[in-house]
């Protein structure tokens, strides 16, 4: 089985990856250029019926999260999630909306219709009388293809076979490793060959083209981010300090998996702890920057208020008790003070911060 031309407009920077049989451990393959890991995900698409505006433009949505909040009194009904919302429009002559997402893993009922409040964890953005779901368009899909890995002597058996239940290599996962040699990601796969040939790359490779349509690409937009993680850990703190609150999510999520994957000696009690606080205008800076604080350029100290509580438990680079600097704490004040929860009620998340910091035996000094 053949493949006579394999597409390579969509190849990440410098990285290793291992293609791995999850249940037997096997390796399948080991290659440093791979095809197709970035990609569009299948979004949610909601319309909205007799909007009404509390927040200006929807342009200035775009990339944001945005919750859509049941208002018709049905306790059984929570809030549902559009995270990264993508060119939401008003159809023209009418009083609608129509709002692209990555939903929520817990959608609304099938045919569930009701009135709903938007916001995006900062302000109320409008409302409407009635909202329905529409199912997505099939998401087209593009081949994963692993460029010049050496098939070791059960890939090489079951390229030779060729049938279609050889060729079924059943789940896998593909870990990501970065320049140097750091573990950065993992996802899940179902492996089928599609097609494979012999690899320019050197005697012995072939590039093995795998069906993705259970693969989840890294969204296009995390491309940068990615890039820069790919040729390797950042060396400096607050590298991340430019980025907008999409990609900092992005880069959050690199420097979770790889906090939570390294062993981390806890420094002795007593340890005293400095956190620059001036790019703190969100909430994922809010943790980069005690990652960091803690753990040093792109380190992690929990992504989330429960996760903080967890790090502050130890194994994580801590012991109590210790010592914590906030400079430059108002601004961290001012954009955090005053923000939703998911069900829309008002949260004050500096000061949660700290209740958890300190329950956790962290002395804070606020400058």
């Not at 407009?9 to 290659?31: A, F, I, K």
């Not at 009194?73 to 023209?92: N, Q, T, Y």
């Not at 790919?230 to 980025?243: D, F, I, K």
Request: aromatic share 6%.
């Amino acid at each position: 089985m053949m493949c006579t031309v394999l597409e390579n407009s969509d190849r990440p920077g410098p990285g290793r990856y291992t293609l791995t049989d999850t249940e037997g451990g096997q390796v399948w393959g080991v290659c440093d250029e791979i095809d197709g890991l970035f990609g569009e995900p299948e979004r949610g698409t909601y319309e909205l019926f007799g909007w009404v505006s509390e927040g200006g433009e929807v342009r200035g949505w775009v990339g944001s999260r945005v919750w859509l909040v049941p208002d018709g009194g049905d306790e059984g009904l929570g809030p549902w999630l559009l995270e990264d919302v993508v060119s939401p429009v008003r159809p023209p002559g009418t009083d609608g909306l129509v709002l692209r997402g990555l939903d929520d893993c817990d959608g609304p009922p099938e045919g569930h219709r009701t009135p709903v409040r938007l916001h995006d964890g900062r302000r109320w953005l409008g409302s409407c009388r009635e909202f329905a779901r529409v199912l997505p368009p099939e998401r087209e899909v593009r081949p994963l293809v692993l460029r010049g890995p050496a098939p070791g002597d059960r890939l090489r058996g079951a390229l030779a076979k060729g049938t279609r239940r050889a060729l079924d290599l059943e789940e896998a996962a593909l870990e990501m490793r970065d320049g140097r040699g750091g573990h950065l990601a993992e996802r899940l796969l179902w492996a089928k060959v599609m097609a494979w040939r012999p690899s320019s790359r050197g005697a012995n490779l072939i590039d093995l083209e795998l069906d993705s349509a259970l693969f989840e690409p890294v969204p296009v937009h995390a491309r940068p981010v990615w890039e820069r993680w790919l040729a390797g850990p950042p060396v400096a703190a607050n590298a991340w300090a430019g980025l907008d609150t999409r990609l900092r999510e992005t880069w959050l999520e690199l420097v979770r998996e790889r906090g939570c994957r390294r062993p981390c000696s806890d420094r002795p009690a007593g340890h005293a702890y400095e956190i620059d606080g001036r790019h703190i205008t969100d909430e994922p800076g809010l943790h980069l920057a005690l990652g960091e604080a803690v753990n040093g350029p792109g380190g992690y100290f929990g992504g989330c208020l429960d996760a903080l509580a967890d790090c502050l438990h130890g194994t994580f680079g801590y012991t109590a008790p210790a010592t914590l600097l906030w400079r430059d704490a108002g601004t961290a004040r001012d954009h955090l003070s005053r923000v939703l929860t998911a069900d829309g009620r008002p949260r004050d998340l500096f000061a949660e911060v700290l209740g958890v910091i300190e329950g956790g035996g962290m002395r804070v000094t606020l400058a």
